[in-house]
């Protein structure tokens, strides 16, 4: 009995779909535990405006705030200014550094706390905790997470080689691609809903199982080559069929194999122009590119073959949903930009916008400005959100200087003068902002016994958007974490300077649950910051971190600190978050591995939510 294909790649999406409900069924224990919080419902979801009550307002006196620029002329920034008292660190040289401009500034007196008085408002607060499946099943966490080359891991590496291997099946059964070239078009009309859907910012699937649309971007970009693949196949099979029969010319004047020509053609200078080269170079080029050659390739497809309409209508659907959900969170408003140099990137501030936003997500802005050049006000390009929610800061956004468009902005908050004697002259933009997006999915920072974070250059936003969100949560008794510890990796160390003054913020309002931050550089300089411009729980080191040590040391502190406050809670984990280049998500994920089954027992499992740069 011949194979009717229509059915089989039918039957082919329908199994797809029950693997996709698999994966979002078994997270529903973690969607239970985190929608268990009311507030929860109101986080991640719709940037907006709340009134920030007497509470908010009084404690926004003393809150967490960005430093404002210090005289180019002066070469290093002082906590003493804001009421800080300078180290009482010491300095020794690295190991395998044989320099005398390489110091280590250590001070761990912070750790010396006395107990809070203050009392757990209600255990009702604490948000619930549910482990991971990989924290769950270690062995197996581990060895999905084992890289096989920079950025992709033997768990990536098993999905995509489930979806090639049903795709396979699909086309090779009971079928030969020279002698039935239909089969491998229907096969790859099939995909046409997986790869739009895969390849908005709000996709369903992603909805369903938790991850961000940047997270499954990678099963985007294969089913697409797949679709290419599949499509040139079904289309040499036939010419290579009409050729050795002597009628190609013949039919090629049959409209509808026209149709399907001028589609084959838009799919092939698409999938050119989606190659790495073209993301990160000319990203536009790429980007206009996908919006015209999709527009010609779908109704292309109908007028070739009429029975793609279903798989056209829910491409379709999938891209409208996508577009109705960006309009309700655009959001069009005025922010101030000015530039912070020592960093190389533009701060831009949105005090209208200050709640409906999680740690660690991110937004796609757009500067609404003639001065961003003659495309570049149409641009859109996704930044971390570097603040936490509830404060007068409001949503800000460290826009580092990486680019033609990035420098642009730069250059824009540099002539505004922000930064001057007096400090007041600031620059208003408007913007179009559209998110948020991505973050920690269902995963609690707060439900954890202690937070890791790793970050390199930039990625510090997020480890500041993180670490805000748990001391504020800390302050309104709903955070379970103990210990915070903050790695950062610089290359230069005057990075360093304009963030001490909120390092400082951060370490003295970490009461309840002890901040440490070790900032490491990997270029020689000439200055480095004075000792006493550091304060205690701040080190600054030469050479690259000691990740799986540090992770020891924060895995020992989960299991034995605790204030009177804390002491008596269950031990739930440490969760560990990257962002920044490949490599040190790589390093992290081998150095979580690595942790030896005893400890992470202990310590209730490790987690690891990543964040990296590049696509």
């Not at 430093?67 to 395998?96: I, M, T, W």
Request: charged residues 15%; proline residues 5%; positive net charge.
């Amino acid at each position: 009995m011949a194979v009717d294909p229509f059915s089989l790649v039918f039957h082919i999406d329908i199994f797809l779909v029950a693997i996709a409900t698999v994966f979002a069924l078994s997270t529903l224990p973690r969607v239970a535990a985190r929608y268990s919080s009311a507030a929860e419902w109101r986080r991640g979801h719709l940037l907006r405006s709340i009134s920030l009550g007497v509470a908010h307002l009084r404690a926004a006196k003393t809150h967490i705030s960005y430093p404002r620029l210090q005289d180019p002329n002066e070469k290093h920034l002082s906590p003493q200014g804001a009421g800080y008292s300078s180290s009482l660190g010491h300095d020794h040289v690295q190991d395998g550094v044989m320099t005398e401009e390489s110091y280590t500034y250590v001070s761990h007196t912070h750790l010396l706390r006395q107990a809070s008085t203050r009392t757990l408002g209600s255990v009702s607060n604490l948000p619930p905790h549910f482990s991971s499946w990989s924290a769950i099943l270690p062995p197996v966490g581990g060895f999905l997470r084992r890289r096989l080359k920079p950025g992709f891991s033997v768990g990536q590496a098993l999905v995509l080689g489930l979806y090639a291997v049903i795709l396979i099946y699909a086309s090779f059964l009971e079928s030969n691609p020279f002698k039935d070239p239909l089969r491998m078009g229907i096969v790859a009309m099939s995909q046409i809903p997986i790869v739009f859907a895969l390849g908005t910012k709000n996709n369903i699937i992603g909805m369903c199982i938790g991850l961000g649309y940047e997270k499954l971007n990678y099963i985007h970009r294969y089913a697409g080559m797949m679709l290419v693949l599949l499509s040139n196949i079904h289309a040499c099979g036939y010419i290579y069929r009409w050729t050795f029969a002597g009628q190609f010319t013949k039919n090629m004047q049959v409209p509808a194999n026209r149709m399907g020509v001028v589609a084959l053609v838009a799919l092939d200078v698409l999938f050119f122009f989606s190659t790495s080269f073209w993301r990160r170079k000319a990203y536009n080029i790429f980007f206009f590119s996908h919006i015209a050659c999709f527009a010609v390739f779908l109704p292309m497809v109908h007028a070739h073959e009429g029975s793609t309409l279903q798989y056209i209508i829910a491409a379709v659907a999938a891209y409208g949903l996508d577009r109705v959900l960006r309009i309700l969170k655009t959001r069009i408003l005025y922010a101030r930009i000015r530039p912070i140099p020592d960093l190389s990137v533009t701060r831009l501030e949105i005090p209208a916008l200050n709640a409906g936003w999680r740690a660690g997500q991110h937004v796609r802005i757009r500067v609404l400005s003639s001065a961003m050049g003659l495309i570049g006000w149409a641009e859109t390009h996704p930044f971390t959100i570097a603040s936490v929610a509830k404060t007068p800061d409001g949503l800000v956004l460290l826009c580092k200087n990486a680019g033609g468009w990035t420098k642009r902005l730069y250059e824009m908050a540099k002539v505004a003068g922000y930064g001057c004697e007096d400090g007041d002259a600031t620059r208003m933009v408007a913007v179009m902002l559209d998110g948020p997006y991505g973050g920690p999915g269902h995963s609690v920072f707060a439900s954890f016994s202690a937070a890791m974070f790793v970050v390199g250059g930039s990625g510090i936003t997020f480890a500041l958007s993180a670490i805000q969100d748990l001391i504020q949560r800390d302050s309104e008794d709903s955070s379970r974490v103990k210990v915070i510890e903050l790695i950062w990796s610089i290359q230069d160390p005057s990075a360093l300077n304009p963030l001490v003054p909120l390092f400082s913020s951060l370490i003295q309002q970490s009461t309840r649950t002890p901040l440490r931050i070790s900032v490491h550089y990997t270029r020689a300089a000439d200055v480095l910051p004075a000792k006493n411009c550091l304060p205690p729980g701040l080190t600054l080191t030469a050479g690259r971190p000691r990740i799986a040590k540090v992770l020891d040391s924060v895995i020992a502190r989960a299991v034995s600190y605790g204030s009177s406050v804390k002491a008596y809670m269950d031990i739930t984990g440490v969760v560990v978050g990257v962002c920044g280049p490949v490599g040190i998500g790589d390093e992290v994920s081998q150095a979580v591995s690595a942790v030896d089954p005893g400890r992470r027992w202990a310590v209730g499992g490790i987690e690891i939510h990543e964040e990296t740069f590049g696509w």
